[in-house]
T-cell receptor
Framework: DTGVSQDPRHKITKRGQNVTFRCDPI?????LYWYRQTLGQGPEFLTY????????KSRLLSDRFSAERPKGSFSTLEIQRTEQGDSAMYLC?????????????FGPGTRLTVL | RKEVEQDPGPFNVPEGATVAFNCTYS??????FFWYRQDCRKEPKLLMS???SGNEDGRFTAQLNRASQYISLLIRDSKLSDSATYLC??????????????FGQGTELSVKP
């Protein structure tokens, strides 16, 4: 399967714990995006990388959230001191270089439940 | 006001029916538009892009009216497999050719036999 992959697919944690999610984009896609989706809502943009550079962060991304893409390939999203309001589906997407506003291909998501 | 607004539905229609979804948007500077489809507990997938001239892909027709800031999706001859949530999306393009997607709430469609 050469699509976007995410790990883990599900995560249950207790409030106050730290969690880390991983996203592997489609090979050769230089742009990588993180979105968050809560029940009954559309996905909301969190942050965006072009290669290893984090070019934009949403105000939704509080200081408890940090994302990295150290080698311009896979990315990690860490949430520190989780809160119940962090419960959501975290979606990763990637898009290829060279095309203005290219289609973003989404991974299956990581569903986070904070107890 | 949300940047992209949709009627959440649900729309319950019989097989073979024609159904139309509408979407309005604000902040109209420099952007493109799409319809994505999302099946239950799955990731969103691009259904089609939306152009001012209107575009058609089989049973699906999308239309953009920039003057009214309005987007539509028409599905003809509905199939059971069309049951899903349809997300109206705009992309805010930036200088480096990337862009963040702004999603509407989604409109749920249920096609019944």
């Amino acid at each position: 399967d050469t699509g976007v992959s995410q790990d883990p697919r599900h995560k249950i944690t207790k409030r106050g714990q730290n969690v880390t999610f991983r996203c592997d984009p489609i090979s050769e896609h230089n742009r990588l995006y993180w979105y968050r989706q809560t029940l009954g809502q559309g996905p909301e943009f969190l942050t965006y990388f072009q290669n290893e550079a984090q070019l934009e962060k949403s105000r939704l991304l509080s200081d408890r959230f940090s994302a990295e893409r150290p080698k311009g390939s896979f990315s990690t999203l860490e949430i520190q001191r989780t809160e119940q309001g962090d419960s959501a589906m975290y979606l990763c997407a990637s898009s290829p270089p060279g095309v203005w506003g290219a289609e973003q291909f989404f991974g299956p998501g990581t569903r986070l439940t904070v107890l | 006001r949300k940047e992209v607004e949709q009627d959440p539905g649900p729309f319950n229609v019989p097989e073979g029916a024609t159904v139309a979804f509408n979407c309005t948007y604000s902040n109209s500077a420099s952007q493109s538009f799409f319809w994505y489809r999302q099946d239950c507990r799955k990731e969103p997938k691009l259904l089609m892009s939306v152009y001012s001239s209107g575009n058609e892909d089989g049973r699906f027709t999308a239309q953009l009216n920039r003057a009214s800031q309005y987007i539509s999706l028409l599905i003809r001859d509905s199939k059971l497999s069309d049951s899903a949530t349809y997300l109206c999306v705009k992309i805010l393009l930036n200088y480096n050719q990337g862009g963040k997607l702004i999603f509407g709430q989604g409109t749920e469609l249920s096609v019944k036999p």
